[in-house]
């Protein structure tokens, strides 16, 4: 089956600019998770949903950072005038919503601010 | 807040033989350890997870031992094939859906 993706897999974008990454995850996975990864580091928690629930924005930067889940199923990360620190790999992941469940890797989206 | 420590950031050893990644947590309420693989290009993906009831897991190839006491558990790789080659990141639960992730561990098979 179809597993988790995202798009676009890569975009340059200039400081300033506002960018929207896309995630499609697995069917019928409640669960959905935003994390950044930096060149040579592990994954940075920014978002998390969990079906209807208010989503869990505790790990989202700064306030230019925002995400959105519609209809349960497709989820939207917006970067509002993007910074140079906000260069890293976006990756998305879903599960069928308990800790104990294994979480599903869309290939990440690389941003690159310049 | 909880952190986990991973060391080595680099491991490389001769195909066929063992390895060893370890990692140390700081929360004594986490209950769940997981270690994921991420190749080149692509999303993590989850080898094998451990429970805090138990102290030791196989999976083939693969096994995770915890020590609770010690806030640490390992990653145990034996007979070592070039697939094996990718990015391993160890993670420890905190709370009821986040997990707090360690820095990742390249391991390198050499032929």
């Known amino acids: 089956g179809a597993g988790v993706s995202q798009s676009p897999s890569n975009k340059v974008t200039e400081k300033g600019k506002d960018v929207e990454l896309r995630c499609d995850p697995i069917?019928?996975?409640?669960?959905l998770y935003w994390y950044r990864q930096s060149l040579g580091q592990g994954l940075e928690f920014l978002i998390y949903?969990?079906?209807?629930?208010?989503?869990?924005k505790s790990g989202l930067p700064s306030d230019r950072f925002s995400a959105e889940r519609t209809g349960g199923s497709v989820s939207t990360l917006t970067i509002q005038r993007t910074q140079q620190e906000d260069s890293a790999v976006y990756l998305c992941?879903?599960?069928?919503?308990?800790?104990?469940?294994?979480?599903?890797f869309g290939p990440g989206t690389r941003l690159t601010v310049l | 807040g909880e952190n986990v420590e991973q060391h080595p950031s680099t491991l490389s050893v001769q195909e066929g033989d063992s390895a060893v990644i370890k990692c140390t947590y700081s929360?004594?309420?986490?209950?769940?350890f997981p270690w994921y693989k991420q190749e080149l290009g692509k999303g993590p993906q989850l080898i094998i997870d451990?429970?805090?009831n138990v102290g030791e897991k196989k999976d083939q190839r693969i096994a995770v031992t915890l020590n609770k006491t010690a806030k640490h558990f390992s990653l145990h790789i034996t007979e070592t094939q070039p697939e094996d080659s990718a990015v391993y990141f160890c993670?420890?639960?905190?709370?009821?859906?986040?997990?707090?992730w360690g820095a990742g561990t390249k391991l390198i098979i050499k032929p």
């Open positions: 949903f969990q079906g209807n629930s208010a989503p869990d």
């Open positions: 929360d004594s309420a986490s209950n769940y």
């Open positions: 993670a420890a639960a905190r709370g009821n859906y986040q997990l707090i």
């Open positions: 992941a879903s599960s069928l919503g308990t800790l104990y469940n294994e979480q599903f």
């Open positions: 451990i429970r805090s």
């Open positions: 069917s019928g996975h409640t669960a």
